[in-house]
């Protein structure tokens, strides 16, 4: 099944392709005409291959020529990426290393970000995962020290990828998604928030928690659906429609599937709708209608022949083979099951062929480099040998220095464990005897107070009857009656508000939609809420801290965001727990968070500390907030 990724394609001016073929003819060799030959590439490098590179190779010439330090950066990662793309690994790596080697010597932290993650993507794409992840780190740091929002987030999402498919760290590509989005949400890229959302949805559906992966593909759709864009619509519906395949919901898969045909058609994306009608027949397939499935995967195998999709070809021989077995045309599926066999053998013979090929190119390169090393080694040994005296010289004075100082540093670590220790004990004692607190006060207002107004009303409905006629002193009697009635029910609710009986009996789940069923009723605020994987309960320390934390939460919203809108998610899966709320009030910048006088923000803070988790505040001015709880069950108190 084909899934939409996150995808970082430069912008293409409109100018149509006869007017700048002619614009380069009449240029000067000047700085203008290396722009020309940037946009020329942009506009062919999809399309006609052998232009673009003509066009990236004669722009780069003349770049060089003219110290063009901007043009030059910029063509240097346009042609590595796009030699990337192509397969040609030794070649893109050359002129990455080209364009890096130069933004380093002019100190250019933008370019210098833009070409460690081309890096990183070149070396993920030959599955080099730890060198990726190196690259793309770097790539990073450049871009938070220039404040490149944009750039902070597209990295961030590479940083994702590669924690997800290459090292299958599912945790850390939530996280690095999940902070793409807050910048994207900061810099108002509704596209980018769009593919943010996707990447989490993939996420959880390969962990296969199909509810959360649905939430983050719908969140996605509505996204796509406001911007229009056809691609990325057919993209949308069909990963929704692969989720409720995988759920065995066929006619709901169908139904998506359709819809993102509708896109896939407008969008001309061939490779798309040649995948549709595969997907589609193993539906059917998995229906068993199988006469619908081989004419289904029949029209995905003409499609995807005709545009030379080699790899949707395999897949589609695969599925009908799979048919035919199970229609009992043995002699077809053995067919097509050879037809399979042999193409994929085709392909494999290809790529090692190609793999040879770079490998060789990156031999003969290694080689001239070794031969300059040479050169360079005999007269780097003398100086190598002073260094190794002054060296070992410096080395005796920093042994004595390092022992001392490790003595010192042990007696702070030890210090400092034990501050850390009296400090979780302190918070410790500070929660359960406010906890305790808040049991006791309930109760005796409920048990106490709320039973003795009680009985003030029963006495006070003794008198009924001797109560002298006449409607004012009626009224006067039933007024003292509402009265009452009213104490018993404020009553009732601050013991509520102090411990929630349902928290006590039936645990978090169940408290938190009580307490939320009590906001909606009032009309005031549209809530959304989503629990998942909260089936058996938590121990009872974690659920009444995430319950305060919640309740405060929302408390902040009502009082201070101005919301008409909320989402809460309860999510467990395995021994992480993620609560995440988010509102559509007007935000606040969150580095003010250590200066604000309230204590609202800091009992949340200090609550999920004391169980060992994370809490994080995703909010600028007018764009809502978002706070994100985490927590590791195997670390409850």
Do not use: C
Request: hydrophobic letters at 40%; charged letters at 25%; glycine letters at 8%.
């Amino acid at each position: 099944m084909v899934w939409a990724w996150m995808l970082f394609s430069g912008a293409i001016n409109a100018t149509p392709a006869d007017s700048l073929g002619n614009a380069l003819a009449k240029a000067k060799a000047d700085t203008h005409k290396v722009n020309l030959y940037i946009e020329a590439f942009n506009q062919s490098k999809n399309t006609e291959a052998e232009k673009a590179e003509a066009y990236a190779a004669a722009g780069l010439e003349l770049a060089e020529k003219l110290n063009f330090t901007n043009g030059a950066l910029t063509l240097y990662k346009a042609y590595g990426s796009f030699l990337d793309i192509q397969g040609r690994y030794g070649e893109a790596e050359g002129y990455l290393a080209k364009g890096l080697a130069l933004a380093r010597e002019k100190k250019d932290q933008y370019h210098l970000g833009i070409l460690e993650q081309a890096i990183g993507i070149l070396e993920y794409d030959q599955g080099r995962f730890p060198q990726a992840h190196e690259h793309l780190l770097r790539s990073l740091r450049y871009r938070e020290t220039i404040n490149d929002v944009r750039g902070i987030a597209d990295a961030s999402v590479w940083l994702g990828v590669i924690q997800e498919k290459g090292m299958k760290q599912y945790n850390e590509a939530l996280r690095y998604y999940r902070g793409a989005l807050a910048s994207y949400q900061k810099a108002g890229l509704q596209d980018r928030m769009g593919y943010a959302y996707n990447n989490i949805g993939n996420v959880y559906y390969t962990i296969q928690n199909f509810d959360s992966s649905l939430y983050y593909y719908l969140r996605s759709l509505d996204i796509k659906k406001e911007l229009g864009d056809p691609f990325a619509l057919g993209s949308a519906y069909n990963n929704i429609a692969n989720v409720y395949t995988d759920l065995q919901q066929y006619p709901t898969a169908l139904k998506y599937y359709d819809s993102a045909l509708v896109q896939k058609e407008q969008a001309q994306d061939y490779a798309g709708i040649a995948t549709h009608y595969v997907n589609v027949g193993l539906v059917y397939y998995h229906m068993q209608r199988y006469d619908e499935a081989e004419r289904a995967i029949s029209m995905g195998l003409e499609r995807s022949r005709e545009n030379e999709l080699s790899e949707i070809t395999l897949t589609a021989y695969e599925a009908l083979a799979k048919v035919a077995y199970a229609k009992g045309d043995y002699q077809k599926a053995y067919q097509y099951l050879g037809e399979y066999t042999m193409r994929r053998d085709t392909a494999f013979s290809k790529e090692a062929a190609q793999q040879v090929a770079d490998m060789q190119a990156k031999y003969e390169t290694e080689k001239k480099d070794l031969e300059i090393s040479k050169r360079d080694l005999e007269l780097s040994r003398k100086r190598v040998q002073i260094g190794i005296l002054i060296g070992s010289m410096l080395m005796l004075a920093l042994v004595a220095y390092l022992l001392y100082n490790r003595y010192k540093l042990k007696k702070q670590r030890e210090l400092d464990a034990e501050l850390a220790t009296q400090r979780e004990l302190r918070t410790k004692a500070i929660i359960d005897a406010e906890e305790k607190e808040r049991i006791r006060i309930a109760r005796e207002l409920h048990d106490g107070v709320g039973q003795q107004i009680s009985a003030v009303k029963m006495n006070l409905g003794a008198f009924a009857d001797r109560i002298q006629e006449g409607p004012e002193n009626r009224e006067q009697y039933q007024l003292m009656l509402d009265l009452v009635d009213d104490a018993v029910k404020e009553v009732r609710s601050v013991s509520h508000n102090m411990m929630p009986n349902a928290l006590i009996r039936f645990g978090l789940a169940k408290a938190v939609r009580e307490f939320i069923d009590k906001i909606a009723a009032t009309g005031a605020l549209k809530i959304d809420l989503q629990i998942v994987g909260l089936t058996n309960r938590l121990e009872s320390t974690t659920e009444t801290v995430l319950y305060r934390v919640m309740q405060e939460t929302v408390s902040n919203i009502i009082k201070h965001a101005g919301a008409s809108h909320i989402g809460i998610q309860l999510i467990r899966d395995g021994d992480s727990l993620t609560m995440m709320i988010e509102d559509n009030g007007k935000g606040f910048d969150t580095q003010q968070i250590a200066g604000f006088e309230g204590i609202g923000l800091k009992n949340i803070i200090s609550r999920v500390e004391y169980l060992d988790g994370t809490v994080d505040f995703d909010s600028y001015p007018d764009k809502g907030t978002t706070v994100i709880v985490e927590l590791n069950l195997n670390k409850e108190s």
